[in-house]
Each structure stands twice: as C-alpha cells, then as structure tokens.
C-alpha cells in the first residue's frame, strides 16, 4: 500500500498507458479547491500534460467526480468504470459523491485511441497549471495497472481478477 499524502509522490520513467486500472482511496470530502491526483505524464507546467484526477468537494471541481483531461491543448477523452461499472465518458466524468471519500475503490480508466497525449510519469499527484502546486491523492494506492493498449475487451475479466485478490465490490 503507497500512502500518499497531498504532498507525495512517486516518479518514473515514462510508461504508456491507455487502459488503467487503480485500486485506490482518496480524502475528497475536504472543502479546499485542491483537486486529488492519480496520474499525470508531466511534473511542470509548461509542456501540454494529461492527468487523472479525482474532484474534492469544493468550487468548479464538485461539479465531476473524475477527470481524464488535461492542461493546455491536451484534450484527452474517455470511459470510467468504477468498481465494475460503467459510469461515463468524456473528460470530466461523473457527479461528485461518486468517489466515496476515504474508501478504497477500483477504478478503470479506457482512453480512445491516439490518448493520453503523453506517457505517464507520476503515481500520485499532478501538477496543477493555474498555481504551480503539488496535487496530490490524500489517500493510499494498493494496485496500479497500466497498459499500453485497449483492454476494453478483457475489461471484465480483469476487474473480477483484482476484486477476487482484493474483495472491493
């Protein structure tokens, strides 16, 4: 389990990923604007970036529960499963409430094709473009998978795979 709190975590080499799979918490019942970062393929704010990133309650954000975007002209786009259901596509998907703060869920990210811009490069935050700040997850990762290619075939059957090891839902 990698506990991270708003200020950690964990840099690497750049992987691709275009099917993403996390079991993971996060803090998202706070009331401060800081959004709560999965992933992102870059650390600073003047290169085009793609992230993942969970919406706390507060201002713009509690308007989607998860983003898939990203900053400048990034445009990323697509599907959210959470816990094994399908619950929408776009960039910034869902209601806030959905994340369920605090508890551990699995979600599974299926970007379109050509998507992410960029090859991931940080578990756990994001950099925030609009104030050059660290946002991190506020919560604990217990598994992260990442493929280089559509699995939204194998989807289900990977999703039963973890929920057996980890008995989320």
């Known amino acids: 389990v990698f506990d991270v709190n708003t200020e950690d975590y964990l840099e690497m080499s750049p992987v691709s990923g275009r099917t993403i799979y996390a079991l993971c918490s996060s803090n998202t019942a706070v009331t401060e604007s800081q959004t709560k970062g999965l992933l992102s393929s870059s650390l600073t704010t003047t290169v085009s970036a793609s992230y993942i990133f969970f919406s706390p309650n507060a201002g713009t954000f509690s308007s989607y529960a998860a983003s898939l975007d990203g900053n ?6 697509g599907s959210w499963y959470l816990n094994g259901d399908y619950n929408g596509s776009g960039g910034n998907i869902g209601t806030y409430g959905d994340v ?8 599974s990210f299926e970007y379109v094709a050509g998507d992410p811009a ?3 490069r940080v578990i756990g935050a994001f950099l925030s473009s609009s104030s050059s700040t660290y946002n991190g997850l506020d919560g604990s990762i217990q598994e ?20 057996d090891h980890y008995n989320i839902f």
């Open 72 to 77: 400048s002209s990034v445009d990323d786009q």
């Open 100 to 107: 369920v703060s605090g508890q551990t869920m699995l979600h």
């Open 118 to 120: 960029n090859d991931w």
């Open 144 to 163: 992260i998978i990442l493929y280089d290619s559509d699995q939204s075939a194998n989807r289900e059957r990977i999703e039963s795979n973890i929920n």
